[in-house]
Nanobody, 131 residues
């Protein structure tokens, strides 16, 4: 059974940075597509970023605008989301999600990330950006 757990959220001023971590268990990252999503009050949960089980493909939501970078450490079974130049509009709960893959990744450049693509979700970590 795959489990993921996020950490690293907090309160930062506008323009600040945070690094979120997602630790996966049950399967190694070599067979897991990992997605980052966020939920902002009043809006649907939206895809922030993803990284394929091969580690070769990454994708970002249009609103990221080059501010965030997703990466992973296979030995630590951890995926990171480095968020720079944060804005108050980035305030919300950030979720890590995983899906087991063996042949084809659901993380593709230019493809909109969908919540229904992922079967295993963490509890979320709160990110608050003050103005």
């Amino acid at each position: 059974q795959v489990e993921v757990a996020e950490s690293g959220g907090g309160l930062v001023p506008s323009g600040g940075s945070l690094r979120l971590s997602c630790v996966a268990s049950g399967f190694g990252l070599g067979n897991l597509d990992i997605g980052w999503f966020r939920e902002i009050p009043g809006k649907e949960r939206e895809g922030v970023s993803c990284i394929s089980y091969t580690g070769k493909i990454t994708n970002y939501g249009d609103f990221v605008g080059g501010r965030f970078t997703v990466s992973r450490d296979v030995e630590k079974s951890t995926v990171y989301l480095q968020m720079n130049n944060l804005e108050p509009e980035d305030t919300g709960t950030y979720y890590c999600a995983a899906d087991v893959q063996f042949f084809e990744s659901i993380c593709m450049q230019g493809r909109r990330m969908q919540t229904y693509d992922y079967n295993n979700w963490g509890q979320g970590t709160q990110v608050t950006v003050s103005s």
